[in-house]
């Protein structure tokens, strides 16, 4: 097994907050990629909530919050070999992988990073609200006008009003999301390359962008099991269906300690060839 020889310590506390778990420990982690503008902040209330059943640790990205000095990532693939060597130590089963629209992304090319390091690979990969990576691109937003981009912002409704209505805020905030979306929109699509990682896809009801469609095709990249899970709300339900969303998670990070996390009956149900499953919360 090939360990991180490269990132100092120092390095990897810019992208993981807190200590790195000891060898031997038993307890799950959670490592949490955002959606595109976003940051660690996007989780903040996460690790008390599942702080009963895991330590839960957001991903800090350049160019954002305490890295704001720091250049945006512009490749993905690039982006997801630095986390890999950055994060390695927190590597450690049992762990899990949480992206939220363009941090699926991420947390899939992080998850091929970390198999090319031969190093442990997560007991589950949660992609919220983003198509499979082999699918199409929607049409692009990073290349909208300012006008334009602060409307698609308003449309996905999670953004308050009062930081849309500050020139000021938005002309720190827009160079990011518009970086993010370059991120994910540019990104080379490849043919499915499946790995060994169970996969749990999930999407809110109400988003326009992401339906059972796009979620089916992320059975595409696992040969373990996959699921589909929908929640009350649109694009982010990570924030309007909160609750329902860390009641799942609660019970996949239980499993995942028992070592049965993201297991299904048939290793095949979900998949587009076969009837999907799917329950709403």
């Not at 000891?22 to 959670?30: A, F, I, Q, T, V």
């Not at 919220?128 to 698609?152: D, F, G, N, V, Y």
């Not at 929640?231 to 339900?237: A, C, I, L, T, V």
């Amino acid at each position: 097994m090939i360990r991180n020889q490269g990132a100092p310590t120092e390095t990897r506390n810019r992208w993981i907050r807190e200590p790195a778990p000891r060898s031997g420990m038993g307890r799950p982690r959670l490592l949490c990629f955002p959606f595109a503008g976003g940051g660690a902040t996007a989780f903040r209330t996460w690790p008390a909530l599942l702080a009963d059943v895991a330590d839960v640790h957001a991903v800090r990205l350049p160019g954002r919050e305490e890295r704001h000095r720091e250049p945006l990532a512009t490749d993905i693939d690039a982006l997801a070999r630095d986390v890999a060597d950055a994060v390695s130590d927190w590597c450690l089963p049992p762990y899990a992988l949480y992206g939220h629209s363009m941090g699926a992304r991420l947390a899939h090319r992080v998850v091929h990073a970390l198999a090319e390091r031969e190093l442990p690979l997560p007991g589950l990969l949660v992609v919220a609200a983003h198509r499979a990576p082999h699918q199409p691109a929607p049409p692009l937003m990073h290349t909208l006008s300012r006008e334009e981009l602060i409307c698609k912002i308003e449309e996905f409704g999670a953004t308050p009003q009062e930081l849309l209505d500050n020139r000021e805020i938005l002309d720190l905030f827009l160079p990011v999301i518009r970086a993010d979306f370059a991120l994910s929109e540019t990104a080379e699509e490849h043919a499915p390359r499946p790995f060994n990682v169970p996969i749990l896809a999930l999407g809110g009801e109400d988003d326009a962008s992401v339906g059972m469609t796009e979620l089916n095709a992320w059975s595409l990249h696992t040969t373990a099991a996959f699921r589909i899970r929908r929640f009350s709300g649109g694009h982010f339900f990570q924030f309007s269906s909160e609750e329902q969303l860390m009641e799942l998670l609660r019970d996949e990070l239980v499993g995942l300690a028992r070592g049965d996390a993201g297991e299904a009956e048939d290793p095949d149900a979900g998949r587009p060839q076969r009837p999907a499953w799917s329950s709403t919360s």
